[in-house]
């Protein structure tokens, strides 16, 4: 078996969950698209919690940020011209605005999807 930070290092795309740690765990993310002078805040401090094996569905109204948050799961976002600044987003405890280009990828489609 696997240890947490060996599945990290050798293939990102099989992280497991540890006893405890939510599927998803997004805390106090904040996102901004245009110049540093004035942003616009896309997401503004939003925090949720998923277990495995939940279902959770964001609802609101046109442009309140649905659509920025679910892709910024699999860190989608373009930056820039987007920017994160501020929060984390745990995938099974790993922070994904640290990860790697290459283990973004390895997480695409196979821990991560949208439809």
Known sequence: MKTKAAAKKNDPGELKAS???PLLAIRNLKLEFGPKEKPLRAVDDISLHIEEGETVCLVGESGCGKSVTA???ARLVPTPPARYVGGEILLHGEDVLKMSGEELR???GGIVSLS
């Open 19 to 21: 006893t405890g740690t």
């Open 71 to 73: 892709l910024s799961i």
């Open 106 to 108: 390895r997480i695409r």
